[in-house]
């Protein structure tokens, strides 16, 4: 039998780990070994509290700092962590330990007096007693907001302008956010199997597996990934790929024998799809600013067979010009950093980490991206642009700024498979809780021949 003491502490050290290994689950399962806690049931239990906290950290942050003043990025990540199991446990459970809070609260003191000293945490000590005795209470519609959809305000805030904008329903999708993804998707590599090859093998290991609804490649499965799925991943069979991000290669007017520029290319799952389409016949120069992401892309480009089509960059995107030179290829695909909003399902850290003055400075980057794609491509080519936001200020925006800057562009209408774009007709959107894929803007443009 594990004590509640124990397993507080458990929670404690994985969620302070946790900030610093990923998956979050890894972290848990390193401090479980540690404390010997073996049981499977409690096993589940507690990693589902540890990644609760992790999904809730805007939130549980947010209340800390209502009750007690403190930001919690101002103190020692340890300290941090306690503060935000004791919020967690003492605010935002109902179920687990309801009946226990006030003993749950002292396992925490008594912790906290045992590693610092009573005296040395007088602050903190504090802190966790305002904690457990002030109920916190949303205060107005944002906080309200912010409680029940588990997004911050300023997130909140710029999705309620945006949706006005773009004439969709903010609480449809709010509601949608809440739910738990239930499927993998997966891109089926056709240089190396087909589709229907692929589903007729899963099925035969009992595997509940169908085609995509909008890419001819696309599989979607449920259930968790056995040791054949892996293995088809391993062998870059299958590309974990969301729907959404295969629709923009499909977008692209691709041939054999073209140059390709991908500005923003890792981990490279549309390099790579780029490469499968136009048959490894095509040159494609990947762009990648970030050394790590660099190295994922090229074990992907490896596993799937398709290395040898590409030419990896890492540089500056901005620098292409320079490099490949003006009017030099023939499609580019400008894939840019974003606020990955239209991800939140799939990324919990979405929900938080949104923060107004970084946009802007993506959002320069973005244009700054795609007038690149304009130098480089040749007359009579194609762009295409699409970010995973939800925001016009990320997509309909951008496109407009290029299409004013520069008379010899223009735009070749999307309106298939997803939804045009109410801003910017002739550019198409997709939405999670309309069409169950990730969030993208699209839009296809072409370099007027002179
Ligand atoms: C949205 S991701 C691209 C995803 C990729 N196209 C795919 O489908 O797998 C954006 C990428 O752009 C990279 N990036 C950011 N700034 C860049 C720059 N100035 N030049 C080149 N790459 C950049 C980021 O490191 C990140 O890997």
Not at 259 to 281: N, V
Not at 377 to 402: F, N, R
Request: aromatic share 10%.
């Amino acid at each position: 039998m594990v004590s509640p003491r124990k397993i507080i502490q458990a929670i404690i050290e994985s969620v302070y780990l946790g900030e610093k290994i990923k998956p979050i689950q890894e972290a848990t399962r390193r401090i479980l070994y540690k404390y010997g806690i073996e049981d499977e049931i409690l096993f589940r239990r507690i990693t589902g509290i540890v990644y609760n906290i992790f999904r809730n950290y805007g939130l549980i942050d947010y209340i800390i700092e209502s009750i007690t003043g403190i930001n919690v990025y101002e103190v020692p990540s340890f300290e941090r962590s306690i503060l935000r199991v004791s919020c967690y446990i003492q605010q935002l459970d109902t179920v687990l330990y309801e009946k226990h809070k006030v003993k749950y609260h002292k396992y925490i003191v008594d912790f906290v007096e045992k590693k610092y000293g009573k005296v040395k945490s007088r602050n903190l000590l504090k802190a966790l007693d305002s904690i457990a005795k002030v109920k916190w209470i949303p205060k107005n519609k944002y906080e309200e907001f912010m409680a029940k959809y588990r997004i911050s305000i300023e997130l909140y805030k710029a999705l309620e302008k945006a949706f006005a904008e773009l004439g969709e329903d903010i609480p449809v999708f709010l509601e949608y956010i809440q739910g738990k993804v239930r499927e993998h998707v997966f891109r089926v590599n056709s240089l190396k199997a087909s589709r229907n090859a692929i589903i007729k093998y899963l099925r035969d290991f009992g595997y509940d597996v169908v085609p995509g609804y909008y890419s001819p490649q696309a599989i979607r499965l449920k259930g968790s990934l056995g040791r054949e799925v892996l293995r088809l991943i391993e062998t870059g069979v299958l590309v974990a790929q969301d729907e959404a991000s295969m629709v923009a290669v499909e977008l692209l007017p691709l041939r054999k024998g073209i140059e390709i520029a991908d500005l923003c290319a890792a981990p490279g799952g549309k390099t790579t799809y780029m490469a499968e389409k136009t048959l490894l016949k095509s040159r494609i120069h990947a762009f990648e600013i970030n050394k790590d992401r660099v190295k994922r892309m090229r074990r992907l480009l490896e596993r799937t067979g398709t290395i040898d089509s590409v030419k990896i960059y890492h540089s500056d995107a901005r620098r292409a010009v320079e490099i490949l030179g003006k009017n030099s290829v023939d499609v580019v695909l400008v894939d840019p950093p974003c606020s990955s909003t239209g991800a939140i399902l799939r990324n919990p850290d979405v929900r938080w980490r949104f923060n107004e003055s970084e946009i802007k400075t993506i959002n320069k980057l973005q244009k700054e991206l795609l007038e690149t794609a304009y130098h480089i491509v040749k007359p009579g080519g194609h762009i295409l642009y699409t970010t995973c936001s939800l925001l016009p200020i990320e997509g309909e925006y951008v496109v407009k700024y290029l299409l004013s800057k520069y008379s010899s562009i223009t735009l070749v209408k999307l309106d298939k498979p997803f939804k045009e774009s109410p801003i910017l007709p002739g550019t198409m959107r997709s939405y999670p809780h309309i069409h169950r894929v990730t969030g993208f803007y699209y839009a296809l443009l072409k370099k007027k021949n002179t």
